[in-house]
């Protein structure tokens, strides 16, 4: 079946444009420690283990409520009960311990499939569920080469998580263009491709090498971005 010609490509950012790593949540804590003006008898490991018992903590929430807190109650909650006090803006730190604690590269041939929709003008944008800011991730995509994108939007700005339908909507408002018109690409069904099925968005599920148990949510899968590239080529070329 021929997919309708898309007017805008909406991305997934983690382990779809770019391949995440293991978080070092030690490394993180000593980049984040080396700009405390303040940090009364903290030491990196005390950091990283309240990172890490906070995450544990919050994640299983998070998942099943569908909301995103803000990165500054986030950080309260693990800087305030340590002592920390900082001069540098939030954002310094955010990107501090992101630089240090995770590690990305890009998904391979990614590169021409974006080459590809600029070439036909098609709007490329960014929906993420993520603890940290938007712009941490535009940065992220900049500097791994990636771009550029008409918007990048984060959860923890949005208050609400994949797959709730109310953030793909407010996506689409923001790319300007009806849902139907919207291909949506992501590598997880349960937070991508149902919320972009139910927000009559297309789902284009990008899986790797994962082991397809029957295409769930009508979603179209690719295994590789070589793939979609075809997929993509082939369905400009007949509409």
Same mark, same amino acid.
């Given at each position: 079946?021929?997919?309708?010609?898309? $007017?805008?490509?909406?991305?997934?950012?983690?382990?779809?444009?770019?391949?995440?790593?293991?978080?070092?949540?030690?490394?993180?804590?000593?980049?984040?420690?080396?700009?405390?003006?303040?940090?009364?008898?903290?030491?990196?490991?005390?950091?990283? %283990?309240?990172?890490?018992?906070?995450?544990?903590?919050?994640?299983? $929430?998070?998942?099943?409520?569908?909301?995103?807190?803000?990165?500054? =109650?986030? *950080?309260?909650?693990?800087?305030?009960?340590?002592?920390?006090?900082?001069?540098?803006?939030? @954002?310094?730190?955010?990107?501090?311990?992101?630089?240090?604690?995770?590690? *990305? =590269?890009?998904?391979?041939?990614?590169?021409?499939?974006?080459? &590809?929709?600029?070439? +036909?003008? &098609?709007?490329?944008?960014?929906?993420? %569920? =993520?603890?940290?800011?938007?712009?941490?991730?535009?940065?992220?995509?900049?500097?791994?080469?990636?771009?550029?994108? +008409?918007?990048?939007?984060?959860?923890?700005?949005?208050?609400?998580?994949?797959?709730? @339908?109310?953030?793909?909507?407010?996506?689409?408002?923001?790319?300007?263009?009806?849902?139907?018109?919207?291909?949506?690409?992501?590598?997880?069904?349960?937070?991508?491709?149902?919320?972009?099925?139910?927000?009559?968005?297309?789902?284009?599920?990008?899986?790797?090498?994962?082991?397809?148990?029957?295409?769930?949510?009508?979603?179209?899968?690719?295994?590789? *971005?070589?793939?979609?590239?075809?997929?993509?080529?082939? =369905?400009?070329?007949?509409?």
């Amino acid at each position: 079946m021929v997919l309708a010609r898309p $007017r805008a490509i909406l991305f997934d950012f983690g382990n779809t444009l770019l391949h995440e790593g293991p978080t070092d949540f030690l490394a993180g804590a000593g980049a984040v420690l080396a700009l405390a003006r303040e940090a009364p008898g903290c030491t990196a490991d005390v950091l990283a %283990n309240a990172m890490s018992d906070l995450m544990a903590d919050l994640d299983p $929430r998070r998942f099943a409520a569908q909301i995103e807190l803000p990165p500054e =109650t986030v *950080w309260r909650l693990i800087y305030d009960p340590l002592g920390l006090a900082f001069d540098h803006e939030p @954002a310094t730190i955010e990107w501090a311990f992101w630089s240090a604690a995770t590690s *990305w =590269t890009p998904e391979p041939g990614i590169e021409p499939v974006l080459r &590809l929709l600029h070439a +036909h003008h &098609l709007k490329c944008a960014v929906l993420s %569920n =993520t603890m940290f800011r938007s712009h941490i991730i535009a940065r992220q995509l900049a500097t791994s080469g990636l771009g550029p994108f +008409h918007f990048v939007m984060a959860s923890s700005e949005e208050i609400l998580r994949k797959p709730h @339908a109310r953030l793909f909507r407010r996506a689409v408002q923001r790319i300007g263009e009806n849902a139907r018109d919207v291909w949506f690409v992501g590598d997880s069904l349960e937070y991508d491709m149902k919320g972009a099925a139910e927000s009559g968005l297309v789902p284009i599920w990008y899986r790797g090498q994962a082991v397809v148990r029957g295409v769930q949510y009508g979603a179209r899968a690719v295994t590789t *971005w070589d793939e979609f590239g075809t997929l993509l080529a082939d =369905t400009l070329r007949a509409t």
